[in-house]
């Protein structure tokens, strides 16, 4: 009788454990971006502005170019541009041993790829270093800092002409797309003008590129 006693209490034990844990909500599981864990305001607003919630998961986002990917790993999209989320973007959010580093942070051996697959069709590569780049595909060097080009222009040229080596190729990539002139600058800042050739958004832009490496941009004149 004694044994059957200790056996009820030990079940009813059990059961008591099962529903105590059962009332208990296991915690959500966080987003981190940049080591900074996003709040419900954060998810929200992302959730409004792109329309699907963002999976829990570490994450980078680099606010000046929109461009974010998984901890340590390589480029996987791009939202806008300076969203209010996440702390500072660390050098050695995507890794480290490439030594191609863009706005601070050190290139996954992946992004490199890509990028010496595109550089490849204008006769370069991607070089070690420190760089500057913006959400417009703008990139140049940090220091001096100086404009270099455009992706965007880049990969729209590589569309153009297909596979290499099937159509017309010039030392200088940007002469069927955008050319960039220097208008002169001063204590470590330089200003660029850039002239888009064709395309709907043809037409002339100024780019400022101040010592710090930010860029700022007045307003494009269309051409007629």
Do not use: I
């Not at 990139?139 to 596979?163: I, K, Q, V």
């Amino acid at each position: 009788m004694r044994n059957h006693v200790h056996w009820l209490l030990a079940c009813a034990l059990l059961l008591f454990q099962d529903c105590t844990l059962a009332a208990e909500p296991a915690p959500p599981a966080s987003v981190m971006v940049n080591g900074q864990e996003l709040d419900q305001t954060q998810l929200a607003l992302l959730l409004q502005r792109y329309g699907t919630p963002v999976a829990p998961g570490r994450y980078w986002y680099d606010p000046r170019t929109g461009f974010w990917g998984h901890e340590g790993g390589p480029t996987r999209g791009q939202l806008q541009a300076g969203e209010p989320v996440g702390g500072p973007l660390a050098a050695d959010a995507s890794g480290r041993g490439s030594g191609v580093f863009v706005n601070g942070r050190e290139l996954h051996a992946q992004d490199v790829q890509q990028l010496d697959a595109l550089f490849a069709l204008f006769g370069t590569r991607t070089l070690p270093g420190r760089y500057w780049a913006d959400a417009q595909g703008n990139f140049g060097t940090e220091n001096p800092p100086r404009l270099l080009g455009n992706l965007r222009a880049m990969a729209r040229e590589a569309e153009r002409r297909g596979a290499p080596g099937k159509s017309g190729y010039r030392n200088n990539p940007w002469s069927y797309t955008t050319d960039y002139s220097s208008l002169g600058g001063g204590d470590g800042a330089s200003y660029y003008e850039r002239k888009r050739t064709y395309g709907p958004d043809k037409g002339h832009t100024s780019v400022y590129v101040d010592a710090d490496g930010s860029v700022s941009y007045d307003t494009p004149a269309r051409d007629p």
